[in-house]
């Protein structure tokens, strides 16, 4: 598929919900669970996408549409929740990030974007030249990316309790990853 | 985690309103794109569930209760859904997604299963004997499975939009599946 703006945006704007439905006032094995030392429960990654909104995605466009190539974007903390204390509830998390998401969203659509915005060109620091466009499908797929992994976390508290099913259930035998990038 | 049945029904009973978060009213390239020849949409996917709630996890359980390991499962058709009219609406799928998994799971409730009963045996007709707990577990896992796999293949339908974060985003090189077996 072509990038197309409203597109996106349907995707990115139900993520919060996706995740309230598949979280909010599970039994906490589900929540904090994780695949194995240094990867991430359910929990950090909500954390992690809170982040994102605060740090990541707008700021970034926001480098693109009013400083342009020369000024390359901050590279991204994709551990700050890790450092940040651990007692707040799962629900309070999926409340801000469904806050901060619909504040980022509005942010998008007010700026108006036009296909001329969409090809104005950033720096990512390591990836080097990127398109607004690429910037905004890029952050689609990162929510879709996190998505898979929470569902996938949670599956695989149960690898054990599925006995010989595990054969068949190919979910058990992804890999284990802290996260995409971005 | 070892199985149990309360947590197991508070992920079951989640799955619809995840999948309908993700799904319903989205533009139709999310919805009916796919990761190539062989492998199945959001909206195959969909089809596919209502198959599981017709024909395999309740019914699967009710032979181990009442009929025991000597009555091997049914195969089930992972596939069924594929021979079906493509035109029903996605959002009426989600619907009867959603009505028929309350229903299993109000059989479920009424059955008011002990650890006795989840620990009764049946016969699978490929991976031989199971318990019932391990038929539920594997119920749960094949819904987080499914949920990966919807989320995989949206993200998927961008792998060129997202130019350069194609490095980055290791969802898009995930491997193309038709969905987990049962």
Same mark, same amino acid.
């Given at each position: 598929?072509?990038?197309?703006? =409203?597109?996106?945006?349907?995707?990115?704007?139900? *993520?919060? =919900?996706?995740?309230?439905?598949?979280?909010?006032?599970?039994?906490?094995?589900?929540?904090?669970?994780?695949?194995?030392?240094?990867?991430?429960?359910?929990?950090?990654?909500?954390?992690?996408?809170?982040?994102?909104?605060?740090?990541?995605?707008?700021?970034?466009?926001?480098i693109?549409?009013?400083?342009?190539?020369?000024? &390359?974007?901050n590279?991204?903390?994709?551990?700050?929740?890790?450092?940040?204390?651990?007692?707040?509830?799962?629900?309070?998390?999926?409340?801000?990030?469904?806050?901060?998401?619909g =504040?980022?969203?509005a942010?998008?659509?007010?700026?108006?974007? *036009? &296909?001329?915005?969409?090809?104005?060109?950033? *720096?990512? &620091?390591?990836?080097?030249?990127?398109?607004?466009?690429?910037?905004?499908?890029?952050w689609?797929v990162?929510?879709?990316?996190?998505? *898979?992994?929470?569902?996938?976390?949670?599956?695989?508290?149960?690898? =054990?309790?599925?006995?010989?099913?595990?054969?068949?259930?190919?979910?058990?035998?992804?890999?284990?990853?802290?996260?995409?990038?971005?």
């Open positions: 598929m072509r990038f197309e703006l =409203e597109e996106a945006i349907a995707v990115l704007a139900r *993520t919060p =919900e996706a995740l309230r439905a598949m979280l909010a006032g599970v039994p906490a094995g589900w929540a904090r669970g994780d695949e194995g030392s240094g990867t991430w429960s359910p929990y950090a990654v909500i954390g992690h996408l809170i982040h994102g909104e605060k740090t990541d995605w707008i700021p970034r466009a926001r693109i549409l009013e400083q342009g190539p020369a000024r &390359p974007f590279p991204f903390d994709r551990e700050a929740m890790l450092r940040e204390p651990q007692d707040r509830s799962l629900e309070a998390l999926l409340d801000e990030f469904e806050r901060r998401r =504040e980022s969203l942010t998008l659509r007010r700026w108006k974007l *036009t &296909p001329a915005h969409l090809a104005r060109r950033g *720096t990512h &620091p390591a990836l080097g030249s990127v398109t607004l466009a690429q910037l905004l499908a890029a689609v990162h929510d879709l990316d996190h998505v *898979t992994q929470v569902a996938r976390v949670m599956a695989k508290q149960y690898t =054990e309790a599925v006995g010989p099913w595990r054969a068949y259930l190919s979910v058990l035998d992804d890999r284990p990853e802290p996260g995409a990038k971005s």
